[in-house]
């Protein structure tokens, strides 16, 4: 339980912040408690701890004053910018809450092709500003709403531009990072006096990966307040839509390639993935099935299950689907990339199907899908309020993914659907994009739950994909595979090290580090024995 927040303390953030933007207010405190969504899903509970105090920042400087304030009085802190699951919250007790949506500022730097990002600068927001310069972002598959910074410092961050513009974590230029200790440091070329913000790794070594190790520390490394990611070239011109929410009257792009896929079996699916990579002709990408294609066609609940009792979709995308987008810069170029991916999906047999197929709502989800990101959260959590997952949700070459990871959560998933414990949605309604050309995918499954729900078990399927992966070496939550329980202990304990080197009085303390640390002590240095090969 939180003790209340002490009054000097309290005083002392009025005096850094101004007094209209803190707040103790028992109603204000209780909108940062409960998280819609992948909190109730991941966390198998309706409410988080209640923070002791919710503290709307305006600058760096600010930051760091809260930062120091919290500290002296011993309280822990957690920043988000636009919130996206349960680690966004008050995971601890005395827990002051750092919101930055007054700290949305954006830059674009079009010589140099990056953008200079506050914490509460959307990656729509980006997009949009860029593209009116022939530039985009990455968008990771938050969709437009998340904060790209966020993605970048703190999270897993890709997404399916990936397949182009790499990954938030690898666009990362120049970095501004409030430690825990409330020191402000400098990343890259932003160290240099006079620099700017155009490098990532000069001079002196990159700090990049202790910055976020993996996948993103989730905001226990402190707050990162302004970064430099990189931009990439958009060949006009800018997107334009009319209409209204959900569906909008896009309008169609010019010198654009845009089409469905399946294929007769997951060896063929595999096959083509690596040589549409290596042929480096597509812009975006990303693998859905029926169950979240039904949902984003449908505009409340009743007509999804219209849809779904019709199963049109599910005889059609029952084995999952990809959608692919290309934009290259002339239509010299689009005639090869079109020609060279038909004859990829010839000689893979791999069905190449229109998106007007289902009519205006399909090509809509497809265009946007491809170009704003824009349907993927919403696929995540119709028709239920909350969306867990079965594990492994892993990360690495196509053939790991596909051929030894989606099989253990299929089989998690079948189980506890047929079970009513999650929503049957159909067997495979796994997500998936390929990044930097194939090097890599992607992977996360989707189960649906609905908490008001008695027989719901939102843990049960990512428990059991858990056991299943760690049984047969296969890193679960995006880490490295195949990888044994020993090896993930020792890369966590490296990580909650570092985390308490940058953190002594613990103020941004992450709840795995004193358990990871708990753990015995195992030589990092170790061969691994041939049986945990």
Request: contains cysteine; proline residues 6%; glycine residues 8%.
């Amino acid at each position: 339980m939180s003790r209340p927040i002490p009054d000097a303390a309290f005083q002392e953030f009025v005096d850094a912040v101004g007094e209209a933007n803190v707040s103790r207010d028992p109603g204000i405190l209780e909108t940062y408690t409960y998280m819609n969504g992948l909190a109730q899903g991941a966390s198998g509970t309706l409410w988080q701890t209640r923070p002791v105090c919710v503290i709307l920042p305006s600058s760096t400087e600010e930051v760091k004053k809260i930062v120091r304030i919290c500290g002296k009085h011993r309280l822990k802190f957690k920043a988000h910018s636009t919130a996206w699951w349960m680690y966004a919250l008050a995971t601890f007790p005395d827990c002051v809450i750092l919101d930055m949506r007054r700290m949305k500022r954006l830059e674009i730097n079009e010589r140099d092709m990056f953008a200079i990002t506050e914490s509460y600068a959307t990656a729509g927001e980006t997009q949009v500003e860029a593209m009116k310069k022939g530039l985009t972002p990455h968008l990771v598959g938050a969709g437009p709403n998340a904060s790209n910074l966020a993605s970048a410092t703190s999270m897993q961050g890709t997404g399916g531009t990936s397949v182009r513009t790499s990954m938030n974590e690898r666009n990362v230029l120049a970095v501004e990072w409030v430690t825990p200790t409330g020191e402000v440091l400098k990343l890259g070329s932003l160290n240099t006096p006079g620099a700017g913000w155009f490098c990532g790794d000069g001079p002196g070594p990159s700090l990049r990966g202790m910055m976020r190790g993996a996948t993103g520390c989730n905001g226990a490394n402190g707050v990162f307040t302004r970064a430099a990611l990189k931009l990439y070239p958009w060949y006009g011109p800018a997107y334009q839509c009319g209409g209204s929410p959900p569906f909008f009257d896009s309008k169609e792009i010019p010198n654009s390639y845009l089409r469905y896929v399946v294929w007769d079996n997951r060896d063929n699916e595999v096959e083509a993935l690596y040589r549409l990579g290596e042929a480096e002709i597509i812009d975006y990408n990303n693998r859905w099935a029926a169950g979240a294609f039904t949902s984003a066609m449908s505009t409340s609940n009743a007509e999804y299950l219209e849809m779904v009792a019709q199963g049109e979709y599910k005889d059609r995308f029952g084995e999952g689907y990809w959608t692919f987008f290309m934009h290259p810069p002339s239509q010299r170029a689009l005639e090869y990339r079109v020609k060279a991916f038909e004859t990829i999906m010839q000689e893979t047999h791999g069905e190449i199907i229109d998106p007007m197929i289902f009519g205006k709502r399909s090509y809509e989800i497809a265009l946007q899908n491809a170009v704003r990101a824009i349907w993927i959260a919403k696929s995540a959590y119709m028709p239920t309020s909350a969306n867990t997952g079965s594990l492994p949700m892993a990360y690495e070459t196509v053939d790991q993914c596909f051929k030894h990871a989606l099989p253990i959560s299929l089989d998690a998933k079948q189980e506890f659907a047929s079970q009513d414990k999650i929503l049957n949605d159909g067997r495979d309604n796994c997500y998936a994009c390929i990044d930097e050309d194939a090097h890599y995918i992607h992977i996360e499954h989707a189960c649906l739950v609905e908490m008001w729900e008695p027989k719901n078990e939102p843990m049960g399927a990512a428990l059991k994909g858990m056991i299943g992966s760690l049984a047969k070496g296969i890193g679960p939550l995006y880490a490295s595979m195949p990888a044994s329980f020993r090896d993930q202990v020792i890369y966590r304990k490296y990580i909650a090290r570092i985390r308490h080197m940058l953190d002594p009085l613990r103020s941004a303390h992450s709840p795995e580090d004193t358990f990871m640390l708990l753990l015995p002590e195992t030589e990092l240095g170790e061969p691994i024995p041939e049986e945990e090969k």
